[in-house]
């Protein structure tokens, strides 16, 4: 077999998003800058929470794109500019369709002010279609009692995984999270030495080892990584004999125009982001209630020529 992997492994790195909060971002990278819809990978914790520590994302404007938050372990106090106020809690799919502008913050809740707690999880974003960019702001959340769940199992054994459909169809069962584009995503737990077989489910696919290192198409995918396989292929996992593993299948259609993407912003248009950041220095984007920080503009700005 050759030693060439059958797919491309993305290694990530790590971003401070302030307060000692760092993320591992996988997308967008070097060698790709979109599966399907997504074009932002962050792989927060597990980080434990103290009392005190100042984790808060104050409010911030998003564009064209449509965020995707989704826990392991813990809790984020959601507020937007709409008024919408959610407890973000572990299986939930938080789904936030930013359009023409939306403000919003992730903060620690009240209730766990004087609590330790882990936070672990991802957030996403999607790319708009061109044709729903400019559309109206809303904020969605479906929570993991409502997303189903189907159990899978290995071939010869009771071993085997189970599948969390977030969001599209996979294994017979479809996820409630409306979507404006075909998107895929998978939370996959696999049993010790258990296999799993993946079909193209989506025109571009790829998977995340959140905790341990498994065998993809034959060959190893260290932990942590983005594995993202040819258009069209699906995908043979093996977790480790010893140990079972975490992953996250993405996918979906690709792009259907290339997109810009600077700080909070993405659009097909260079012309768009200027604006959008024009409109936040002039706080023009609106606010959420009750809240009056807010995270400047970068000072190296966005230059659409």
């Avoid at 659009?267 to 606010?287: F, H, M, N, Y």
Wanted: hydrophobic share 40%.
């Amino acid at each position: 077999m050759s030693d060439t992997p059958s797919f491309l492994p993305l290694k990530g790195h790590a971003k401070d998003l302030g307060g000692g909060f760092t993320v591992r971002r996988l997308l967008p990278a070097v060698q790709r800058k979109a599966v399907g819809p997504f074009l932002f990978f962050d792989h927060f914790g597990p980080v434990t929470v103290m009392p005190g520590d100042s984790h808060d994302v104050r409010p911030h404007p998003h564009i064209g794109l449509a965020t995707v938050t989704y826990l392991f372990s813990g809790a984020i106090m959601h507020r937007d500019s709409l008024g919408c106020v959610q407890q973000i809690e572990p299986g939930a799919i938080n789904w936030m369709t930013a359009g023409r502008g939306i403000v919003h913050s992730e903060r620690r809740p009240e209730s766990l002010a004087d609590t330790a707690y882990v936070n672990h999880g991802i957030q996403l974003w999607t790319a708009l279609p061109v044709a729903h960019e400019e559309a109206d702001p809303s904020f969605v959340h479906t929570p993991a009692a409502a997303i189903p769940e189907v159990h899978v199992g290995s071939a010869g054994g009771a071993a085997g995984a189970t599948v969390r459909v977030l969001i599209g169809t996979a294994f017979g069962q479809t996820s409630p999270v409306a979507t404006l584009s075909p998107t895929l995503y998978l939370d996959v737990q696999l049993s010790a030495g258990a296999t799993l077989e993946i079909p193209a489910l989506a025109q571009e696919m790829a998977v995340y080892t959140v905790d341990q290192p498994v065998q993809l198409n034959g060959q190893t995918l260290d932990a942590q990584l983005l594995g993202v396989v040819e258009s069209g292929q699906g995908m043979h996992l093996a977790a480790p004999a010893d140990t079972g593993a975490r992953l996250m299948v993405i996918g979906g259609d690709a792009l259907d125009a290339p997109r810009h993407m600077w700080w909070n912003f993405v659009s097909s248009r260079k012309e768009r982001i200027v604006q959008a950041a024009q409109d936040w220095d002039a706080q023009r984007l609106g606010q959420v209630p009750g809240e009056t920080e807010f995270i400047p503009l970068p000072p190296q700005r966005f230059k659409a020529d």
